[in-house]
């Protein structure tokens, strides 16, 4: 294997070099089917910024690892609770997750969406951190922030 190819192997999806032993942030969390979902997210009491994508969406590609990024920033605050729509197309379908990549929270028992596509580094933090603000206040945070 070329040392090219070694060098991929080894990046995660924030973009930065890890071991292969390297462990996934606490904070992120993969789904891998409804009830699990069901479980790590209406059932938590804890904040949640879920991301619905594809692995071979490339705008997934792009917006995945940003939002992985600026939950990072957050460890304690919120989690970030990727989900690939493919392990759960029936949930998806009941849920109108039509669009991928796709930003949601839940208010009020209820999966709101937040952004669709792609969207700058800046615009993704703003969003976490008035989330973040927000519940820390006891507010509702619904507005649908559309850029």
Known sequence: MSDAKVSERKMSESGRKMSESEPVPENIITIINEYEFVERVFNSKEKNVICFYVPTCESCKVM???VQRVVEEN?????????????????AL??????????????????????????????????????????????????????
């Open 75 to 91: 460890i304690g605050k919120v989690n970030l609770v990727k989900v690939d729509i493919d392990f759960i197309k029936i949930f």
């Open 94 to 147: 009941k849920n109108n997750i039509k669009h991928v990549p796709m930003i949601a929270i839940v208010v009020n028992e209820l999966l709101e969406p937040k952004m669709v596509g792609i969207h700058e580094l800046d615009d993704i933090r703003t969003f976490v951190e008035d989330y973040i603000n927000d519940a820390m206040e006891g507010k509702c945070y619904d507005p649908i922030l559309k850029l």
């Open 64 to 66: 995945v690892p940003r």
